[in-house]
């Protein structure tokens, strides 16, 4: 993909490991952890990158494209995304969304430490010039696909749909594994699923929180476990953060209930 990098999507600089052939290996490593991303040029214009990191942060935001579709799929962990600067959802294991490369997401990050997920960047340009022949062949329809990523405010979201899961899993296996060829018959597969006009009306948006609340529950969670032998009330961490008991008590539910969706 020469006309997108997608290394800008992360916050510090990528160190080449390996070429592979057709795959790369890189290195990422910052203050919260460190990782490996392997990626591969599935077609022209389709690029495939595999996230295997053990961090807190890495992500930067990018400038928004409505030419380049980013499609996200996690496999392990948690991501944690920012939208706006007031709002946040979590994309669990087995979460597939759809969105425009550098949507207005201000943050993100991986609040258990681990995260494992695959991305596709599609340059809908280059894609449509030069595998016009082969995407008509498996009706794969490039147009539906951007309506998923052209929706406001939110980004388009399917959760726990067991044939997005089967090939997902399996384009995964492809990149470990280094077979280009099931990777592009799989990714082939991915698309065409995604498709179906009839995605667009089963949307599963996860809920979203309002910023406030999640960062007040972090810092509830913060103070406890710095104190864990000082048995902290309700009252007492009120007190200290200025918020009300029904405030703490309700971003935790909130908080609870988002963490448990989908998992």
């Known amino acids: 993909m020469d006309r997108y990098n997608w290394k800008n999507h992360y916050a510090v ?3 080449e490991l390996e070429d592979a052939g057709d795959f790369f290996h890189y290195g990422i490593e910052e203050e919260t952890g460190k990782g490996k991303v392997t990626s591969c040029t599935v077609f022209p214009g389709i690029q495939a990158v595999y996230n295997d990191l053990y961090l807190f942060h890495c992500g930067r935001s990018a400038p928004r ?10 496999v392990e962990g948690r991501y944690e995304c920012e939208v706006n600067r007031q709002y946040c959802f979590y994309a669990t294991p087995g979460d597939l969304s759809v969105g425009n490369a550098g949507r207005r997401e201000s943050a993100g990050s991986f609040p258990t430490g ?3 997920g695959l991305t596709l960047f599609i340059d809908l340009t280059t894609t449509r010039d030069q595998n ?4 008509r062949e498996m009706e ?3 147009d539906v696909i951007s309506r998923m990523a052209l929706q406001e405010p939110r980004r388009f979201y399917l959760r726990g749909r067991e044939e997005i899961d089967a090939v997902c899993q399996q384009m995964i296996s492809a990149v470990t594994s280094h077979c280009h060829p099931l990777l592009k018959l799989r990714t082939l597969e991915l698309l065409m699923l995604l498709s179906d006009p009839e995605l667009l009306r089963g949307n599963n948006m996860p809920p979203y929180l309002s910023r406030k609340n999640i960062q007040l529950a972090k810092n509830v969670r913060q103070r406890v476990t710095e104190n864990l032998s000082s048995h902290l009330t309700i009252q007492q961490l009120s007190e200290e953060l200025h918020a009300s008991p029904t405030a703490i008590k309700s971003a935790f539910k909130s908080r609870a209930k988002l963490a448990t969706s989908g998992s």
Do not use: G, K, P, Q
């Open 114 to 116: 681990r995260f494992s």
């Open 65 to 74: 494209t409505e030419e380049i579709i980013e499609i996200n799929y996690c």
């Open 140 to 142: 794969v329809d490039l």
């Open 13 to 15: 600089r990528l160190t």
């Open 132 to 135: 016009a022949s082969i995407l």
